[in-house]
């Protein structure tokens, strides 16, 4: 049986790599559970970027497994999300950056009329489709305890105190504004503001 194969996503903006640091943590994490890799990767000295992308942001998609299978870049284009529908599934289990996005894809088809969905388990708020979420309550930007995926953005803004994490239910959004979504390519400050009062059943 053919082992997984693993992605790591990485914000490559006007000639420069972002994060590679959190990356590496998560990337060498996952070689080890997942692979039983002894040795550590550094992408620094694993990636170069292609001639004539200097200037813009683009979004350089790693694929590995014992090795790395391929590296793509293309152009970054952000999508515009301002309305999450809830979705409930207790049996969902992402907590590698697995190639294989089935069964968020699935999640995903659900979203209705929203823009995209934000992941019910076991009674808490975890994660969208493709992004940690953070919620403002007047003072704080917390994040769940309980994401599917423990993304490398997330890992920042909590190292840096920017966020704090939070035990957050479905019936606790009543105590937040507003959301927004973090991931690798998501610039924080400048996300767009998503209103709590559009993230619903």
Same mark, same amino acid.
């Given at each position: 049986?053919?082992? &997984?194969?693993?992605?790591?996503?990485?914000?490559?903006?006007?000639?420069? *790599?972002?994060?590679?640091?959190?990356?590496?943590?998560?990337?060498?994490?996952?070689?080890?559970?997942?692979?039983?890799?002894?040795?550590? *990767?550094?992408?620094?000295?694993?990636?170069?970027? &292609?001639?004539?992308?200097?200037?813009?942001?683009?979004?350089?998609?790693?694929?590995?497994? $014992?090795?790395?299978?391929?590296?793509?870049? $293309?152009?970054?284009? &952000?999508?515009?999300?301002?309305?999450?529908?809830?979705?409930?599934?207790?049996?969902?289990?992402?907590? +590698?950056? +697995? %190639?294989?996005?089935?069964?968020?894809?699935?999640?995903?088809?659900?979203?209705?009329?929203?823009?995209?969905?934000?992941i019910i388990k076991e009674g808490f708020i975890t994660d969208t489709s493709y992004a940690n979420a953070v919620f403002w309550n007047g003072r704080d930007w917390l994040?769940?305890?309980?994401?599917?995926?423990?993304?490398?953005?997330?890992?920042?803004?909590?190292?840096?105190g920017l966020i704090k994490e939070q035990e957050i239910r479905a019936q606790d959004l009543i105590k937040y504004t507003h959301a927004r979504l973090i991931n690798a390519?998501?610039?924080? $400050?400048?996300? &767009?503001?998503?209103?709590?009062? %559009?993230?619903?059943?």
């Amino acid at each position: 049986m053919n082992s &997984p194969l693993f992605i790591e996503t990485i914000r490559f903006a006007d000639g420069q *790599w972002s994060n590679l640091a959190f990356h590496n943590a998560r990337l060498n994490h996952t070689r080890r559970a997942c692979l039983g890799a002894a040795d550590k *990767w550094d992408l620094s000295r694993l990636l170069s970027a &292609p001639q004539g992308i200097s200037e813009g942001i683009y979004k350089c998609r790693v694929t590995y497994g $014992e090795a790395i299978e391929k590296v793509e870049f $293309e152009r970054y284009q &952000p999508r515009l999300v301002t309305s999450l529908r809830l979705v409930e599934e207790d049996a969902v289990v992402y907590d +590698f950056k +697995f %190639q294989n996005r089935t069964v968020l894809n699935r999640l995903f088809e659900k979203k209705g009329n929203a823009d995209d969905v934000l992941i019910i388990k076991e009674g808490f708020i975890t994660d969208t489709s493709y992004a940690n979420a953070v919620f403002w309550n007047g003072r704080d930007w917390l994040t769940p305890h309980t994401p599917l995926l423990k993304g490398t953005r997330r890992a920042q803004l909590l190292q840096e105190g920017l966020i704090k994490e939070q035990e957050i239910r479905a019936q606790d959004l009543i105590k937040y504004t507003h959301a927004r979504l973090i991931n690798a390519m998501l610039d924080f $400050e400048t996300t &767009p503001l998503i209103d709590v009062q %559009q993230i619903g059943f």
